[in-house]
């Protein structure tokens, strides 16, 4: 009887460690959150205020691959300098781990609650540098349909999902790379995991301006902290259970 008891313990133990083990892989880099509050253009330095906000989150597409879904806010767009009541997000700007010949089959997905425009979306060719930084792809709000309302203003989100359509590998946070950082960023900024394209309606017809320069583009940091996997202390839980369960038996 104490063989049967404790075969069924180790066996108990080994279930509970594959099944913990395989939760916490499955929650693992589950979702990344990002403050845009770094200023790129045309003076780099930190903000005081969160300007935007990203949450990108893996999820399966409708094409069953693994996909990132985006929820991208206008927190606080107006507050920069010459902005006013009348601001708005143009652009996102992203950097993927895939070669300029892959940007194509990332397809973005809308949803009935988003304003992104996901005809916008523009592989960029490692084209795209600002301040130093060059990104891969760009998402864009058109701006002649903004007196329409067809743009991202102040408490307004977009929520589009990046699908694979050809990909050589998973489309997941993971792929999600930190921009490329040339010579010519500034010493003392950190690193840029995504920015934003500002701008405001004063001048629709000639292109809008800000500070005299057509864009203000805000970055998003790498974050200071990694979230623990959501899984993981559910994990450590179930191996604690099962250990008393096993003294317990022996007892």
């Known amino acids: 009887m104490k063989h049967n008891v404790s075969s069924i313990s180790r066996t108990l133990y080994s279930l509970g460690f594959c099944l913990g083990l395989a939760m916490a892989q499955s929650a693992s880099a589950a979702s990344l959150d990002l403050d845009f509050n770094y200023r790129l253009t045309p003076a780099s330095g930190e903000l005081n205020a969160t300007i935007a906000t990203a949450h990108f989150e893996d999820v399966i597409g409708s094409n069953n691959l693994p996909a990132i879904d985006l ?61 130093g930084y060059t990104f891969t792809s ?18 307004e989100s977009a929520h589009v999902r990046f699908l694979n359509f050809g990909l050589p590998n998973d489309l997941t946070i993971a792929s999600l790379i930190t921009a490329i950082r ?38 998003a940091q790498v974050p200071a902290e990694v979230p623990v996997p959501a899984a993981l202390p559910l994990f450590l839980s179930a191996l604690a259970g099962l250990g008393v369960m096993q003294r317990r038996r022996k007892a």
């Open 71 to 131: 929820v991208l806010t206008n927190v606080a767009s107006n507050i920069l300098p010459g902005q006013g009541s009348i601001s708005y997000l143009s652009g996102l700007l992203l950097a993927f781990d895939y070669d300029d010949a892959d940007l194509p089959a990332i397809v973005v997905q809308q949803f009935t609650d988003d304003t992104a425009h996901s005809d916008r979306w523009e592989p960029q060719e490692d084209v795209a540098t600002v301040d």
């Open 138 to 155: 760009e998402l864009g709000f058109p701006r002649f349909e903004v007196e329409a309302g067809a743009r991202l203003g102040v408490g």
């Open 182 to 219: 040339g010579p010519s960023a500034t010493a003392s900024a950190n690193d840029i995991v995504a920015a934003i394209k500002v701008r405001s309606i004063a001048n629709l017809t000639g292109g809008e301006l800000i500070e005299s320069v057509p864009t203000l583009v805000i970055g």
